[in-house]
Structure formats: C-alpha cells, structure tokens
C-alpha cells in the first residue's frame, strides 16, 4: 500500500487528505493559507508524491491550529504507508537548497517521535504565514 486518506475533525479544523508516496507530483491543496498551499504543493512536486487535501478552520483566530493539524494528519498518512517499515530504509537524510534558504532534514522512521527544529523566527512572515507556524507543523508530523 502506496497510498492512505485520512480525515480528521476537531472544533478548530476540518482535514481530507490523501497522500500517495509512489506518485508523480500532483497536488490539489486547498487551504485559505496561500504560502502554506505553495510548501505543501512544492513538497509533493519535488518529493514525486502525490497529495490532496481540504482544509477549512478557524484561520481568522490562529492559523496554528490548521497547521498543525495537517501536519498531523500528514504525519498519520506516512505511519499508515510505512507501519511495517517494508522495504524501506529506516532513516535517511537530505539537503535542499532553494534560493536564499538551505533547508536540512533528518528523518528517522523508528516510531519513536522526536522533534528538533532549529529555527527560532518568533516575529517572521511571509505574506499571511507566520514562519514560527513551522515548527507546529513539523511538531505535529512527527508526533
């Protein structure tokens, strides 16, 4: 199995995503955060995974919360795929540099959740999106 939908509901956030890990890059993200939209579509084009997702919430209080939970849901769509760690290698690591930013990840799919994110950006934006939501969403994937 290549391939997993989760639906998540809260009192904050309405989530449908589907993920295929073996895909070729197409994306149908519909989030009211348009740079959030752009990473998730940017990921799943140079990652060659397929990915599809709804996401509504409370946006106009924190967009923490929405974040969050699609990184959670994210996270539950790997683990769902990869639960038997079948024919994969359990870690691995990666660089990717892309215009001013050099972006590094460690991924260890142990099944023992661990965050270190090395990013302190308390007051950063881009457009609608607070750079510090970044950590929430990687927090959440990995839990």
């Known amino acids: 199995m290549n391939e997993a939908l989760i639906k998540r509901e809260t009192k904050e956030t309405s989530i449908l995503l589907k993920f295929k890990t073996d895909g070729t890059g197409k994306t149908e993200i519909n989030t009211p955060l348009p740079f959030f939209n752009h990473m998730l579509e ?72 661990y965050l270190d994110f090395d990013k302190d950006a308390p007051n950063e934006r881009i457009n609608d999106f607070k750079v510090s939501d970044l950590k929430e969403f990687f927090s959440g994937f990995a839990n």
């Open 42 to 113: 940017a990921f799943a084009r140079h990652g060659r995974f397929d990915l599809f997702l709804t996401a509504s919430g409370d946006v106009e209080v924190d967009p923490h919360h929405l974040i969050e939970d699609v990184g959670i849901c994210l996270g539950k769509a790997v683990r769902e795929i990869y639960h038997n760690r079948a024919g994969i290698s359990r870690s691995g690591c990666f660089a990717f540099p892309m215009d001013e930013a050099l972006a590094m990840v460690a991924l260890d799919l142990s099944g023992r959740a």
